[in-house]
């Protein structure tokens, strides 16, 4: 179910190959006894039903979607191993309170149209029409025509979106179990992650215009190269970021794109994408006004002319004290070593945390690495995460134990 084969994993949105990776789920699902429902942006649950059904439901979940020759374990951990969590749960016998639900959100990578997470920010209420219909896919279409074409969707976009929105209280808690996509687990020797807060970027555009040239003809003294003017600012991310004195406040020129793009060519265009993320707002904001400011301040300096936008700016997020407690309880009746921690990387449990109290459990990776084919993790590292995830759903939703363990 990916369109390259073993070990890289290449799995696009309401793709073929997307679509029999929601057939095996669905069909997990019911393998262990779960009661399936889909919503109309394509978000998967499976339920277990409690003893007090009206209560609000403990969900966890992740996605199965995976940017081109990506790995086997983001994100697919946290769907497969919660189905292998409740299954257990059922073995022993447990009886929840609360209902448990296990679910695989829609779309949390952007391949496809440009936008994470998009099935949790459904869910959160913080996804608009405008802004869904506005992200096209290659084939220029936008979210709402695919998903008519496989099933999901809606009479218009706004429909979509209004089913799909969750209920105040009808999430009582959230927890999703992740891969680190880092190496200090690994590193420290440490067996579980107990994630404190969750980092969340804004998102950049620069744009630099110059006049170009021919790279013989046009003599130093009058050039304005906008080139050089995107170099500058990708050097003032790194030098404002460190500046802030903090590990948690990173940034990255991940696209720097020159035009015309010839050896001969004095660069007249150059487009910088820039991502800037922390678990400080503030902190964070004050590093893109800066970056802003120092990209006035080159383009007059190098003369040429500047434009720039905000893609997006989330807020960053904070783990429910509550959560964060349950995991690090069940990891230690476990005897499992936990390390309280944050996530630098883009998560749904980002949105969620707008919906109810979040929390995350993290296992380690090898050499902390992600997206791409060598991602791994140990057996018996998923066996670690699984259980503490189950233990975390069952304290979290209440019930009776006719077993000891599980």
Known sequence: MSDHENPAVTRILFSPNDMLARKFVKDLMRENH????????????????GSTPAAGVVLTGSHCDAIPLAGMYDGTLGVIGAIEALAALQRAGYKPLRP???????????????????GSRAMAGALTPEVLESKLDSG?????????????????????????????????????????QGPLLQREGVDIGVVTAIAAPAA????????????????????NDAGLAGAELALAVERHVLATGSVDTVGTTGTFEIAPGAINSVPREARLAIDIRDIDGPRRDQVVAAVLKSAEEIAEKRNVR????????????TCHADIVEAVAASAGALGLSTKRMVSRAYHDSL???RVAPTGMIFIPCKNGWSHRPDEFSSATDIANGVSVLALTLARLSGGSWPKAEL
């Open 34 to 49: 779960l009661t399936i429902r889909e919503d109309a942006m394509g978000n998967i649950f499976g339920r277990l039903e």
């Open 100 to 118: 448990i639900e296990v679910m695989m959100f829609t779309s949390e990578e952007p391949t496809r149209f440009g936008l994470s997470c998009s």
């Open 140 to 180: 220029g279409r936008h979210f709402l025509q695919v998903a008519n074409e496989v099933g999901y969707g809606g009479a218009s976009t706004q429909d979509m979106l209004d089913a799909t929105r969750v209920a105040e209280g009808a999430v009582s808690h959230f927890v999703e179990l992740h891969i680190e």
């Open 204 to 223: 950049l555009e620069v744009l630099f215009v110059g006049d170009g040239g021919h790279a013989g003809g046009q003599l130093m003294p009058d050039r």
């Open 306 to 317: 500047m434009s720039s936008r905000i893609i997006n700016q989330d807020p960053p997020a």
């Open 351 to 353: 949105f969620m945390a």
